[in-house]
């Protein structure tokens, strides 16, 4: 079994909060672990800092986190995820309506196979507040 455990980093992700888009560079922690054609992750937790212009929804920042145990399906395999965005003043926490599809590169790196994921509240799942797209998570 090859295990990698420790820092994790996601650079240069496009990421659209309510109709802001700008691109983040994540920082956190993964677990990958590796038998045969099986992969399994746990602990991947990602946080990146929003950029600050001096408006009242400027700044912060936003954690991108496994809100369950990994599944494999055929060689990928689907994480659930939530994400969590605090702002002056608020926090909001919000789910990807369904888990998220990764495909594990021979050399470590996660990709999310969907392009683009969305989270929603969970009170309000017709309207997605974040999006993240091109999701590529390195492990080291």
Known sequence: MADTAGKARAE?????????TMVLDFEGECRVERE???VHVTGLRLVADLPDAGGQED????????AGDSRPAGKDLTVPLGASVAQPGAEVRLTAPGDVRWTAEPGGD??????EI????????????????GLRVRPS
């Open 110 to 115: 996660l990709v999310a196979a969907d392009d």
């Open 12 to 20: 240069r992700t496009e990421v659209t909060l309510r109709s802001k």
């Open 36 to 38: 045969g054609d099986s």
């Open 59 to 66: 700044g912060g920042t936003v954690v991108l986190e496994q």
């Open 118 to 133: 969305g989270f929603v509240l969970a009170e309000a799942p017709e309207s997605t507040v974040l999006t993240v797209r």
